[in-house]
């Protein structure tokens, strides 16, 4: 009777047992250093968009709970570098994934000198932003830069790469591309190299062609590895500053004026660090969002 009703209970096991407790503890370092570094920021930065906080006043009281966020999404050059923003980190997201998948097919052929050429594709991404865009700046120099030099030997005439409304959007997207496609191709290649054989030689005996066998084989399984660099990469995009710092300052007029160039203008130069605080909050709430999304999108199952 009593093994019987011993065996019918349901053995309860401790919320918090004693290597639950220990794992704990030796997070405990590592999360408490986040929390310094990462929480406390995001919480400064979060009591300035609701607060009166500029660098004309430097004080937080009054609150005014919401009135900075209101009083950015009342500018309409917000919404234009919200657009723009969008339209920028599409366009450059779509550029390297698509780059970056058809040069990492490529490498994953290559048998001799595969390390040379990963060395050579990773030079652009060892270099910080602020330097691809310097180098940058001084090859499209309208008349003293490469660029146009080498236009100009073959009769073209030199253009203002920079300096043009309708072409300064599209140069900075070909310089962000180039730098960041090194970051997709590596990711993209490792998660080549790791898909099994065993598929691809049914296939094979099946007759399917090379085509067929991407389509139907390498995309799905590249699937998880393909939304983690996409996902990275829209992160990346969506906040990019220094580019646009370095090279056109959001200009010619607001032709290049990206959310985060926004954010430091309001606050820096605009003397409101409390609405700078607010746009910044709005472009943090759009990257979660759109992460969410997209990952979800990427990783459901067919």
């Known amino acids: 009777m009593t093994t019987e009703a011993t065996i019918g209970q349901r053995v309860s096991r401790p919320r918090f047992d004693r290597w639950t407790l220990i794992g704990w503890k030796f997070a405990a370092p590592g999360l408490t250093i986040i929390a310094i570094v990462i929480g406390l920021p995001l919480a400064y930065a979060l009591l300035l968009t609701i607060s009166s906080f500029t660098l004309l006043h430097p004080r937080f009281m009054p609150l005014v709970g919401l009135e900075n966020f209101r009083r950015v999404m009342d500018d309409e050059y917000f919404w234009h570098s919200t657009w723009l923003t969008v339209k920028y980190s599409g ?41 691809v865009a310097l180098v940058w700046h001084m090859l499209l120099q309208p008349n003293l830069g490469i660029v146009n030099r080498l236009l100009e030997s073959f009769g073209y005439t030199g253009v203002d790469w920079l300096g043009n409304s309708a072409l300064s959007f599209w140069t900075v997207i070909f310089i962000d591309v180039w730098q960041q496609v090194s970051f997709v191709i590596l990711i993209l290649a490792a998660g080549l190299a790791s898909l099994p054989k065993e598929p691809y030689e049914a296939a094979s005996v099946d007759g399917a062609t090379e085509l067929q066998q991407f389509y139907y084989l390498t995309l799905p399984m590249l699937r998880p590895v393909a939304a983690i660099a996409v996902i990275i990469q829209l992160i990346t995009e969506f906040r990019t500053y220094d580019l646009v710092y370095v090279l056109t300052k959001g200009g010619p007029g607001i032709s290049t004026d990206l959310l985060s160039y926004f954010a430091y203008k309001r606050a820096f130069l605009g003397l409101s660090i409390n609405e700078g605080a607010a746009a910044s909050f ?21």
């Open 91 to 131: 366009l450059t997201v779509s550029a390297e994934f698509l780059l970056g998948l058809g040069i990492a097919f490529l490498l994953n052929r290559v048998v001799r000198l595969k390390a040379v050429y990963f060395a050579i594709l990773t030079i652009p991404m060892a270099m910080s932003p602020v330097s």
């Open 282 to 302: 709005i472009l943090l709430l759009m990257v979660l969002f759109l992460t969410v999304i997209f990952f979800r999108i990427v990783t459901r199952r067919a």
